[in-house]
C-alpha cells in the first residue's frame, strides 16, 4: 500500500541524547516536510525538502537536522534532545510544493 | 495577527444537524485552500480541497470568500463518524508554503 512510514511510532527519550525519526515515501514524491504538533499551537513546520538533494528551514528549525539523499527518506535528528522537544512528530508528502500534502501515522516523542 | 485562525470550538452539535465553521487568512495574496480532518491521536487527512467556485463532496460544501478572507465548510446531516478536529489550511501569498490552522473540534452527538 502506498504511503508515508514512520518511526519509530513512540519513544522516550533521556535529555542529551541524539535521536533520529526515519520517515519514508513510496510515491515518489518531489515535496517531504516535518512537522512537529503541539497542544494548541496545531502543526509547526520544522524543515522542508523540495526535491532529492535540498532542503530548507521551516518555522522551528532550532535544534533539528536533516538531509534528503534520495527522494524516498526524510530523516529528522535532534543532535541532543531536550524536554521542550517533546511533542508528536509527522512526516509528510507532496507531489511538488505547495499541493496537498499526504501525511504519516506521527512518532509521539517524549524527552524525559 | 495569525496567517491563518480558527475557532477552536469546541462545537457539540447534535447528530443529523447542520454545522458550519469559517477559518479567515491574512495574505490576500493566498491562492490555495484545503481542509484537512484530524481524529484524536491520527494524522491530518485530506478532506477537501476549496475551489474559488466552491465545491461539493457529498455532504460537505466548501466555500471560498476572497473578499473577506475566508473559507468556510459546512457539513450536512451530520454523522457520529464527522467528530474530529478541522484543520484550515492556506497556502500564504503564493509562495508554495502550506500554514496550517489550530483546527476546530467538532462532536456529534447521538
Known amino acids: 500500500i502506498a504511503g508515508i512510514t514512520q518511526a519509530p511510532t513512540s519513544q522516550i527519550l533521556a535529555a542529551g541524547r541524539r535521536m533520529t525519526l526515519r520517515c519514508t515515501q513510496d510515491?515518489?514524491?518531489?515535496?517531504m516536510y516535518w512537522y512537529r504538533q503541539d497542544l494548541g499551537l496545531g502543526l509547526r513546520l520544522i524543515h522542508y525538502s523540495n526535491t532529492a538533494g535540498t532542503t530548507g528551514k521551516g518555522e522551528v528549525p532550532d535544534g533539528y537536522s536533516v538531509s534528503r539523499a534520495n527522494t524516498d527518506d526524510f530523516p529528522l535528528t535532534l543532535a541532543s534532545a531536550v524536554p521542550s522537544q517533546t511533542s508528536v512528530y509527522f512526516c509528510?508528502?507532496?507531489?511538488?510544493?505547495?499541493?496537498?500534502?499526504?501525511f504519516g501515522d506521527g512518532t509521539r516523542l517524549s524527552i524525559l | 495577527r495569525k496567517e491563518v485562525e480558527q475557532d477552536p470550538g469546541p462545537f457539540n452539535v447534535p447528530e443529523g444537524a447542520t454545522v458550519a465553521f469559517n477559518c479567515t487568512y491574512s495574505n490576500s495574496a493566498s491562492q490555495s485552500f484545503f481542509w484537512y480532518r484530524q481524529d484524536c491521536r491520527k494524522e491530518p487527512k485530506l478532506l477537501m480541497s476549496?475551489?474559488?467556485s466552491g465545491n461539493e463532496d457529498g455532504r460537505f460544501t466548501a466555500q471560498l470568500n476572497r473578499a473577506s478572507q475566508y473559507i468556510s465548510l459546512l457539513i450536512r446531516d451530520s454523522k457520529l463518524s464527522d467528530s474530529a478536529t478541522y484543520l484550515c489550511?492556506?497556502?500564504?501569498?503564493?509562495?508554495?508554503?502550506?500554514?496550517f490552522g489550530t483546527g476546530t473540534r467538532l462532536t456529534i452527538i447521538p
Open positions: 476549496v475551489y474559488s
Open positions: 509528510a508528502s507532496s507531489s511538488i510544493r505547495g499541493q496537498p500534502q499526504h
Open positions: 489550511v492556506v497556502n500564504i501569498g503564493g509562495n508554495e508554503k502550506l500554514t
Open positions: 510515491m515518489r514524491h518531489n515535496a
